[in-house]
Each structure stands twice: as C-alpha cells, then as structure tokens.
C-alpha cells in the first residue's frame, strides 16, 4: 500500500501520467486513444454511494453538453469490473468507467490518500478530477470535489479552455 507522500497530484501545465485500465467490460482503455478530445478524467472512491452516484448522474445528465465540446468522460475508482458494470446499469451511465483495484492510475495521479473517518485511519480515494486537452496535458485540476457545483465548474472549465 502506498504512503500518503509516494504520490503527488498533478498541476496544471504537466503531461498528464499514461493509463491502461479496462473497463466493466474488460476492454483496455489507455489514455493516449484519446489524444485529440478533452477528457474529463476523474476519480470517485466507490461505486453505489451516496456522492458517487450523484456525481456519476451529474456527468450522465451532461454528457450532451461535454459532447458538444468534444469531451469524453472516464471515471476511474478502485472498484472491479463486475462493480462498475452493476453500478453502470443501474444508473444507466452511458460513459466509460475504469477499474483500478490496484490503484496503478489512482497513485500515478495522487489520488490515492490518506484519510480519516470517525478518528479512524486508512488509504482511499479522494475524490479529484482533471481536465486533460487535446494534446494530452492537464489544463485544470480540482480537489476534494464537492459534487453539487462541480459539472457547472466543468462545463466553465471547458467552454473557457475553447475560448
């Protein structure tokens, strides 16, 4: 298990760290096939919680939106396939959803944390998106995401970012 210290988030301005994940479907999703789109890549700690789900419907209700600004969604939690497709079903989530249980990419992108709950200790996910541009580097980041407001700072993000 990884220290809290052994990964950092990444700024804005980097390449954005190479992906290959598969999907509820067990089909390969690396990053770079999605050189030439926006990616709106972001990082939940689990499937069929209360904020997870909110926020994957909040990017389900806006994907006309995000497509007409040629954005792709990937969500990435450490949840398994057989999770995501449950949880994709359910919700009816028409966009990819990643499975790290090894937490490759959740520690490549910093997200992978300390925490606390209830004065107890233990690593997880902290809920973090990035916007990566077409050319593969990260234009804007946004920690300890609060799920409400977050599509409409996405859909800014994006709509200033195309000027």
Same mark, same amino acid.
């Given at each position: 298990?990884?220290?809290?210290?052994?990964?950092?988030?990444?700024?804005?301005?980097?390449?954005?760290?190479?992906i290959?994940?598969?999907?509820?479907? !067990?089909?390969?999703?690396?990053?770079?096939a999605?050189? !030439?789109?926006?990616?709106?890549?972001? *990082?939940?700690?689990?499937?069929?919680?209360?904020?997870?789900?909110?926020q994957?419907?909040?990017?389900?209700?806006?994907?006309?939106n995000l497509?007409?600004?040629? &954005?792709?969604?990937?969500?990435?939690?450490?949840?398994?396939?057989?999770?995501?497709?449950? *949880?994709?079903?359910?919700?009816?989530?028409? *966009?990819t959803?990643?499975?790290?249980?090894?937490?490759? &990419?959740?520690?490549?992108? !910093?997200?992978?944390? &300390?925490?606390?709950?209830?004065?107890?200790k233990?690593?997880?996910?902290?809920?973090?998106?990035?916007?990566?541009?077409?050319?593969?580097?990260?234009?804007?980041?946004?920690?300890?995401?609060?799920?409400?407001?977050?599509?409409?700072?996405?859909?800014?993000?994006?709509?200033?970012?195309?000027g």
């Amino acid at each position: 298990m990884a220290k809290a210290n052994d990964s950092q988030l990444i700024e804005p301005g980097k390449k954005a760290p190479a992906i290959a994940l598969k999907d509820k479907d !067990g089909k390969l999703h690396r990053l770079s096939a999605y050189q !030439g789109q926006w990616v709106v890549l972001y *990082f939940y700690p689990k499937d069929n919680t209360s904020g997870c789900t909110k926020q994957a419907c909040a990017f389900r209700d806006h994907l006309p939106n995000l497509g007409k600004l040629d &954005a792709v969604v990937l969500g990435v939690s450490p949840d398994d396939e057989k999770s995501h497709t449950k *949880f994709a079903q359910k919700h009816e989530l028409p *966009f990819t959803l990643l499975a790290d249980p090894e937490h490759q &990419a959740l520690e490549k992108y !910093g997200v992978w944390q &300390a925490k606390s709950m209830y004065g107890r200790k233990f690593m997880g996910v902290v809920r973090t998106t990035y916007l990566i541009d077409p050319k593969g580097k990260v234009a804007k980041r946004w920690d300890k995401v609060k799920v409400a407001k977050h599509m409409d700072e996405v859909l800014e993000a994006l709509n200033e970012a195309q000027g």
